[in-house]
């Protein structure tokens, strides 16, 4: 079975920073893109970033850019995201997504559960 | 960014019931678009795709139409597990932006 483990995340001061981890199973992580997509307490779904599967291209949100650093490990079958400058505004469960397969993606089709990040003094 | 506006956001219905929710683009997507559901404390579940492809495992009463720039998702009879947020979510351009979600309640 296709699974997405997250680790990672927590407490953390503003201007700290964390990493946050999203390790695949049942499948070939190295043929797929990855995503990262947060929602802030009570709010909706905001897209922040996404790598290509084999991390040549990355994208990110304004709202994180050059705060925020995606990467991958084909061969230990993870995806990170490397937080920075964090501050209250980053609070929130942070989930990664596959990319659905192909050439184009249409859609996410597998997520992992999601790992909170507060950031608080 | 694309934007995407929902609606209703929010929206009461009875077990049993039809119910529809609209998706606009601030641009044409084409046939980029796809539906979660989001029950509380879960991560999104994919229910469609490319507008109206059924995800694998997804009930049948789920369905989706459109193209451009409106799009719409439909339950053609509400069950209980059916009662959650929904999302659409556009595929078409970097960020790939959601809508502000549908709460759906029961009545």
């Known amino acids: 079975d296709v699974q997405l483990v997250e680790s990672g995340g927590g407490l953390v001061q503003p201007g700290g920073s964390l990493r946050l981890a999203c390790e695949g199973s049942?499948?070939?992580?190295?043929?797929?893109?990855f995503h990262w997509v947060r929602q802030a307490p009570g709010k909706g779904l905001q897209y922040i970033s996404a790598?290509?599967?084999?991390?040549?291209?990355?994208y990110y949100a304004d709202s994180v850019k050059g705060r925020f650093t995606i990467s991958r490990d084909n061969s230990k079958n993870t995806v990170y995201l490397q937080m920075a400058s964090l501050t209250i505004d980053d609070t929130a469960v942070y989930y990664c997504?596959?990319?659905?397969?192909?050439?184009?993606?249409?859609?996410?089709?597998?997520w992992g559960q999601g790992r909170l990040v507060t950031v608080s003094s | 960014d694309v934007q995407l506006t929902q609606s209703p956001s929010f929206l009461s219905a009875s077990i049993g019931d039809r119910v529809t929710i609209t998706c606009r683009a601030s641009?044409?997507?084409?046939?980029?678009l796809a539906w979660y559901q989001q029950i509380p404390g879960k991560a999104p579940k994919l229910l469609i795709y490319t507008a109206s492809t059924l995800q694998s495992g997804v009930p049948s009463r789920f369905s989706g139409s459109g193209s451009g720039t409106e799009f719409t998702l439909t339950i053609s009879s509400l069950q209980p597990e059916d009662f959650a947020t929904y999302y659409c979510q556009q595929l078409h351009t970097y960020p790939y932006t959601f809508g502000q979600g549908t709460k759906l309640e029961i009545k």
């Open positions: 641009q044409d997507i084409r046939r980029y």
């Open positions: 049942g499948f070939s992580l190295s043929n797929f893109g």
């Open positions: 790598i290509s599967n084999d991390g040549a291209y990355t």
């Open positions: 997504a596959r990319g659905s397969a192909g050439s184009v993606v249409t859609s996410f089709d597998y």
